[in-house]
């Protein structure tokens, strides 16, 4: 039999909305919650679909805006690049949507996580850097910046390796978010359809920062 509820508390998204107001202890409270997923010891099968995901994006968002089509497939290539082998690799528990509107806090400080429809095993960082890049994409969304997240996601990062005691590599986040700006960028405009090409520079912009190891992301404003 299976039992559903409310998820209680509040969103992750209304601290973004609200401009981060009382969002530290928001932000320090998923880090851990993330770190101690990653270090359960429970069974994951690894995960094989982000790959073919990745192609299927950079496919349709080519014939979507065909004049960023190169600069795309450049993007996707990298991005596919930066992928551990599957041989050998360190795989932890993954929640595989980790992101601002599928995580809950309670007042009692209990975190939620929804979704769960993507879990299986991969690289610590794939949680970390989706997380890194949603909370920039929604940031942007709801407020035209990046650099309204930016110390939020500074903090993140700082809390999760502090709860994980490791430190991630800056260049596989940054490919990891980079392949995310490229799923987002395929999901608004080849399956909402928004017609939004005004985040089409911005968001392969930041894309192609990541690459570069840059994780702040958008100019400085």
Known sequence: MLLQEKAPGVQFLEAIRASVAGESNFTQKAARWLAALHAARV?????????????????????????????????????????????????????????????????????????????GGRERAADVGYFLSQTAIIGYLQHASFNATESMRRRFLECYEQAARTTLDRKRLGSIMAASFLRSLHYELCILHTGNSEIIEPWLRSAEQGLAGDLELGPRE
């Open 43 to 119: 069974e994951a099968e690894p995960w094989k679909h982000d790959g073919a995901m990745l192609d299927r994006c950079s496919s349709e968002l080519g014939s979507k805006i065909p004049a960023e089509r190169a600069r795309i497939g450049a993007i996707a290539g990298k991005a596919q690049a930066g992928r551990p082998s599957s041989q050998g690799a360190a795989l932890a528990p993954s929640h595989g949507d980790f992101h601002p509107m599928n995580i809950f806090l309670a007042p009692s400080g209990r975190v939620t996580v929804i979704d769960w429809d993507t879990f």
